[in-house]
């Protein structure tokens, strides 16, 4: 069974930072990718940044990239997104997923939430003054 678990996440103001972790539990390898989504209110989720846990290049959204980081802790199994210079618009919930598969995989598939079957329960950020 393939487990996913959030933490982190909370209230900032603009230009603060928060940092999100996910823990992932049930895979046999580090043949698995894993990803931040964010879903705000009326609006469809949408990817943030990707990882590969057996190395690789990390990818971000575009409206994220030079303001957050993503990043991996094998020997724990965890996944980070450290998120700087947050802005009212990155207020929403955020979702970790996970699935497993080659770095070829993991290219073709990263931005497409219909592609990961492993979800975490979401945590709410909320970026207010």
């Known amino acids: 069974q393939v487990h996913l678990v959030e933490s982190g996440g909370g209230s900032v103001q603009p230009g603060g930072s928060l940092s999100l972790s996910c823990e992932v539990s049930?895979?046999?390898?580090?043949?698995?990718?894993t990803a931040w989504f964010r879903q705000a209110p009326g609006k469809e989720r949408e990817v943030v940044a990707t990882?590969?846990?057996?190395?690789?290049?990390?990818y971000y959204a575009d409206n994220v990239k030079d303001r957050f980081t993503i990043s991996r802790d094998n020997a724990k199994n965890t996944m980070y997104l450290l998120m700087n210079s947050l802005n009212p618009e990155d207020s929403a919930v955020y979702y970790c997923?996970?699935?497993?598969?080659?770095?070829?995989?993991?290219?073709?598939?990263?931005?497409?939430?219909?592609?990961?079957?492993?979800w975490g329960q979401g945590t709410q950020v909320t970026v207010s003054s």
């Open positions: 049930g895979f046999a390898n580090n043949r698995y990718f």
């Open positions: 990882i590969y846990f057996g190395g690789g290049i990390e």
């Open positions: 997923a996970a699935e497993p598969g080659t770095y070829a995989d993991y290219i073709r598939k990263k931005f497409s939430f219909s592609q990961y079957n492993y």
